[in-house]
C-alpha cells in the first residue's frame, strides 16, 4: 500500500521558480520509478520528467534545461524543481511511483496540483 500527496503549486508569473513535492508513504521499498506528468486543458497528459531508482533521469525537450527532477529517499519524496518557468508551463501536474508486483507493476498517482504561470 503506497499514498502520494503532492503539494507546490501556485499562481507564479514567467521567469519564476517553482518547486513541486511529492511524498510517499506506505510500502515505499518496493517502488521502482518515479515522475511527473502534467496536462494542460485540451490538451493530452504529457510526461514531464522521470527518475529511476538509480537516479537516472529523463526531461521532455520542453523543459531540458529549465527544471530539475530529483528523490530523496530518506523522506520518501520526490521533488520537481522548476526555473524560468513560462507561460505554456501551465498545467495540473501530477506525481507518480511504480510499484514492483510478481508479475507486472502498478503505477500509483498522485491527486494533482495546479500551476499557474502568467505572462
Known amino acids: 500500500q503506497v499514498q502520494l500527496v503532492e503539494s507546490g503549486g501556485a499562481l507564479v508569473q514567467a521567469g519564476g521558480s517553482l518547486r513541486l513535492s511529492c511524498a510517499a508513504s506506505?510500502?515505499?521499498?518496493?517502488?521502482?520509478?518515479m515522475g511527473w506528468y502534467r496536462q494542460a486543458p485540451g490538451k493530452q497528459r504529457e510526461l514531464v520528467a522521470d527518475i529511476s531508482s538509480g537516479g537516472s533521469t529523463n526531461y521532455a525537450d520542453s523543459v531540458k534545461g529549465r527544471f530539475t527532477i530529483s528523490r530523496d529517499n530518506a523522506k520518501n519524496t520526490v521533488y520537481l524543481q522548476m526555473n524560468s518557468l513560462k507561460p505554456e508551463d501551465t498545467a495540473v501536474y501530477y506525481c507518480?511511483?511504480?510499484?514492483?508486483?510478481?508479475?507486472?507493476?502498478?503505477?500509483?498517482w498522485g491527486q494533482g496540483t495546479q500551476v499557474t504561470v502568467s505572462s
Open positions: 507518480y511511483a511504480d510499484k514492483l508486483r510478481v508479475l507486472t507493476t502498478t503505477r500509483i
Open positions: 506506505g510500502s515505499t521499498l518496493s517502488i521502482n520509478a
